[in-house]
């Protein structure tokens, strides 16, 4: 039998939520293991470039792909904006206690996510240095604003992005062409799943305690998502290289990032949501339905497009 439930603050909802919260840090900071940023970067490969009397960045000097050199580019730049996203936590969190150690944590080990891939591109002359410290300037100034947002939002939005940006690192490593960067990607890939995690069970704790909120929240999110970086210049010309080259692409967004978080909270098996929190359940379902839909033709649209490329190759 479904009931009214009484609507929480936010701040209700982080005391509520904190002894969860502490028994999430305590489990991450049990599985991380440490690593440097410096033991991924091959130096070897590194000179100096004119200002030192070496020489400046040529096209001809890059071994990435245009797809990869466009992933690398957007997951450099979304991880550079790390100041927005810190913010943004910590202003829905609290700087005491558990919320306040997991804010400080994870804003340090994403720092290190920027570092790496800065480092493995100018030494490896993978993408234009100069072009993204420009772009770096400008993205980093704009920032990322997610718009009104509570502490639900928040921590529904960041689940969800987390494991995208997993699955993006992953697949970016592997479009390189060159083991270092798929060790090295691979290697920031598993530390965002391990953030995906904190977001996610501290989301599943907030479905047990205010049913309704949470499910509200994941409606808002996952209707409206979009990924941190969709504010960066030429973003839509990368996504789709992107998409293109299976590197993150909406059928992706659905069978690996949506469908199984939603499976872990049993959103469709719960029974303890009231009159609102039904209305929104309801409203996912059709959403997802058309999302499967989009991924269908998405496939289908690329599968032609890959067909024209591979005949006008065969022809020339």
């Known amino acids: 039998m479904t009931r009214q439930q009484r609507v929480l603050t936010d701040r209700e909802l982080l005391h509520e939520l904190e002894e969860v919260a502490e028994g999430e840090v305590n489990r991450h900071l049990s599985m991380a293991k440490e690593w440097h940023p410096h033991d991924y970067v091959p130096w070897d490969d590194g000179r100096n470039f004119a200002m030192l009397g070496g020489e400046d960045w040529d096209p001809s000097q890059s071994a990435l792909s245009d797809t990869a050199k466009a992933a690398m580019i957007t997951n450099l730049l979304t991880e550079d904006n790390l100041p927005s996203y810190h913010r943004e936590i910590a202003e829905h969190f609290s700087r005491d206690g558990a919320w306040g150690t997991w804010v400080g944590r994870w804003t340090a080990e994403e720092n290190k996510h920027s570092v790496v891939m800065r480092d493995y591109l100018v030494v490896t002359r993978g993408v234009d240095p100069v072009a993204l410290e420009r772009a770096r300037m400008d993205h980093m100034t704009t920032g990322f604003d997610p718009g009104e947002q509570g502490m639900l939002d928040t921590v529904s939005y960041v689940t969800f992005q987390e494991l995208a940006t997993r699955v993006s690192h992953r697949n970016t490593g592997k479009a390189c062409g060159d083991p270092i960067a798929d060790r090295m990607l691979a290697r920031v890939a598993a530390d965002e799943n391990l953030h995906m995690m904190f977001y996610r069970n501290i989301t599943a704790a907030a479905l047990d305690v205010a049913p309704d909120q949470a499910i509200a929240s994941i409606h808002k999110v996952l209707t409206n998502?979009?990924?941190?970086?969709?504010?960066?210049?030429?973003?839509?010309?990368?996504?789709?290289?992107?998409?293109?080259?299976?590197?993150?692409?909406?059928?992706?967004?659905?069978?690996?990032?949506?469908?199984?978080?939603?499976?872990?909270?049993?959103?469709?098996?719960?029974?303890?949501?009231?009159?609102?929190?039904?209305?929104?359940?309801?409203?996912?379902?059709?959403?997802?339905?058309?999302?499967?839909?989009?991924?269908?033709?998405?496939?289908?649209?690329?599968?032609?497009?890959?067909?024209?490329?591979?005949?006008?190759?065969?022809?020339?």
Request: glycine fraction near 8%.
């Open 225 to 316: 998502f979009q990924m941190p970086g969709a504010g960066m210049a030429n973003f839509r010309r990368n996504a789709v290289l992107i998409a293109k080259g299976g590197i993150y692409d909406l059928p992706q967004h659905l069978a690996d990032v949506v469908q199984p978080v939603l499976r872990k909270w049993d959103i469709f098996g719960r029974t303890d949501f009231g009159p609102e929190g039904e209305k929104y359940r309801d409203e996912l379902a059709v959403f997802l339905d058309d999302l499967t839909s989009q991924s269908a033709r998405f496939e289908e649209s690329r599968a032609r497009a890959l067909a024209r490329e591979a005949a006008r190759s065969a022809a020339s």
